[in-house]
């Protein structure tokens, strides 16, 4: 294209050069041919004045006008002629008079014989030359002189190969020059074809160093000064897909946006992570999703342009998801997926928190009532009632301990109970465990052993490791009589404190492990209850190790025992 725009330029400028130039030649020589035949004209005006002058002064005879001819047509280097009054050739420097045809109606003589001086240019009848013809009358007739044209052609040639061979040589210099300037401009062009390109890739930030003040600087200004606005603009809107790009990536919902013709135009880090092969971006959205409530609802948003919300739970195995798919001003759509499973999840537990609990209250409640109305009726010896007030009281113990469990587990879940957190050694709290039960062992016969290998101080709260111990010794000692013994110790580990309680009873399925520390979950139900149990320690321990920061776990396989572990970070400099 440069090429092409630079041999333009040069054809241009070489046409006009040559236009100009062929004028110029044609005006000059049309001049110069003007100015030679009148200065010609003009000298021979003077000569045929003096020649008439010679004629006049005295009567000659024809042998006299013959050689005042000749010398005069030698003198000027013209043809000379005399006439008399007829038209009647007297002398001729060049023919034989008496051969001549009468002159009378030439119109030079004619303007002679007029006394007038005449002049004219036509082809010799005679010589068959152009001639110019100038004529002065003279008593008697007239005298003529006459010179050939091919000298004023001759000098005009000579003229016109002058002209070209200079017009040549101007214009060849003057193409040169053109070539340069075009030259000049072709590489101005190409510098602004080339941001142009820059421009088009994308690179805002190339600049055009153009310091001239013509229409081509101009122009190379105007863009620069377009590129650096285009520039701004750009990093504007980068800037804000930049922050809307990272605010749809921090978001824990996932987004994905579909193009018009239905293929997967963009997704956020969160969409990437649930699609199992990733979102293949310029693909058709089957590929990426296979949910069909999913597409269905796309297909519809699309089709109506109207916000359509689905339930979609094939999306990722074992969630549920709300789908919300809303078109877009340029003809495409975004989908939002907003995670239901931690919600319908809590909503079961909810529910089946409601269901444990009346479960659980029904049953003490039917007794109180029943043996209530009995003792109402009065038809019970005395032996009996003090009997049924005994069930009343031990079922109305069993709803005060479920009460006040349930409102420790409460207080815990919702954070309203305060932990204060104080640097205490392993010793200390497996100490206040023991000396907590010591009584109780003492009773049943059973044996607590201790053993602390821990070495760290731990960032707790006394009170609440108490009932956590409390709570797994409990259960210990309800389910693993038969083994008699049960340990209690701490082991230092990274960053933790481990301690543990284990038994050497009968052992837990491995079916019931996961689901442990589950509220209300109970291995053996009917002896829970026989027990006295709520089924809510464990769960209360695992919110307290929860608040502490830590964890706990069990190990357990039938007829080995079972093994509680919870863990509780070091205290640092300021447990707090």
């Known amino acids: 294209m440069k090429n092409r725009i630079f041999f333009k330029l040069v054809f241009v400028f070489a046409l006009v050069i040559a236009a100009a130039t062929l004028s110029l030649d044609v005006v000059i020589t049309h001049s110069w041919r003007n100015s030679l035949r009148q200065q010609i004209e003009s000298n021979l005006q003077q000569k045929t004045a003096m020649f008439a002058l010679r004629v006049s002064a005295s009567p000659l005879s024809p042998t006299d006008l013959k050689q005042l001819t000749q010398g005069i047509s030698a003198a000027s280097g013209a043809r000379a002629t005399v006439i008399d009054n007829q038209g009647q050739v007297l002398a001729d420097s060049d023919a034989v008079p008496d051969k001549m045809e009468n002159h009378a109606r030439r119109p030079e003589f004619q303007a002679a014989l007029a006394g007038q001086p ?89 600049r055009l160093d153009e310091y ?189 301990v479920l009460t006040e469990d349930l409102l420790v587990l409460a207080r815990v879940e919702s954070g309203d109970k305060k932990l204060q957190l104080r640097a205490l050694s392993a010793a200390e709290l497996l100490r206040d465990a023991a000396d907590y039960f010591s009584d109780h062992f003492a009773d049943s016969g059973m044996k607590l052993d201790v053993v602390n290998e821990a070495l760290k101080l731990v960032s707790a709260d006394r009170d609440a490791v108490l009932q956590v111990f409390s709570n797994l010794i409990y259960n210990a000692c309800k389910y693993a009589s038969q083994g008699g013994r049960i340990l209690i110790g701490a082991h230092d580990v990274e960053g933790f404190v481990q301690f543990y309680v284990r038994d050497f009873g009968p052992g837990i399925a491995s079916e019931h492990l996961p689901r442990l520390f589950e509220r209300f979950y109970r291995v053996d139900k009917a002896r829970s209850r026989e027990s006295g149990g709520t089924g809510l320690g464990l769960s209360i321990a695992k919110h307290i190790m929860l608040a502490h920061g830590g964890s706990i776990t069990v190990e357990s396989e039938l007829h080995h025992g079972s093994t509680f572990v919870f863990s509780i970070p070091e205290a640092r400099s300021n447990p707090d």
Not at 135 to 160: D, F, M, T, Y
Not at 165 to 183: P, Q
Request: proline share 4%; with cysteine.
């Open 212 to 400: 001239q003040n013509d229409e081509i600087g101009r122009v190379a200004s105007a863009l620069d000064v377009t590129a650096r606005k285009l520039q701004t603009s750009f990093q504007e809107v980068e800037e804000s897909r930049s922050k809307l790009e990272a605010v749809l990536n921090s978001m824990q919902e996932p987004v994905i946006a579909i193009a018009r013709d239905g293929r997967a135009q963009w997704a956020n880090r969160r969409m990437e992570l649930l699609t199992p092969t990733g979102v293949r971006l310029g693909q058709p959205l089957v590929q990426t999703v296979r949910d069909p409530d999913f597409l269905s609802a796309v297909q519809e948003a699309a089709k109506n342009r109207k916000l359509v919300t689905v339930r979609v739970k094939t999306f990722v195995p074992g969630r549920v998801f709300a789908a919300t798919v809303a078109p877009m001003p340029s003809g495409g759509l975004v989908a939002v997926l907003h995670d239901l499973t931690d919600v319908e999840s809590i909503e079961k537990t909810r529910r089946d928190f409601i269901a444990n609990v009346s479960h659980e209250l029904r049953t003490p409640l039917t007794s109180i009532q029943g043996y209530a109305e009995t003792l109402l009726d009065g038809v019970v010896a005395e032996e009996t009632q003090r009997e049924f007030l005994e069930i009343i009281r031990k079922n109305a113990s069993r709803m005060t």
């Open 118 to 206: 005449g002049t004219d240019t036509r082809n010799s009848r005679t010589l068959g030359v152009d001639f110019l013809y100038v004529a002065q009358p003279v008593p008697g007739g007239a005298v003529r002189l006459a010179v050939p044209l091919s000298a004023i052609a001759e000098a005009n040639k000579k003229v016109w190969r002058s002209l070209i061979t200079s017009s040549a040589l101007a214009c060849f210099i003057a193409i040169l020059l053109a070539a340069w300037a075009s030259r000049s401009a072709n590489a101005r062009l190409g510098r602004i074809l080339a941001f142009a390109g820059k421009i088009a890739e994308g690179d805002f930030s190339v």
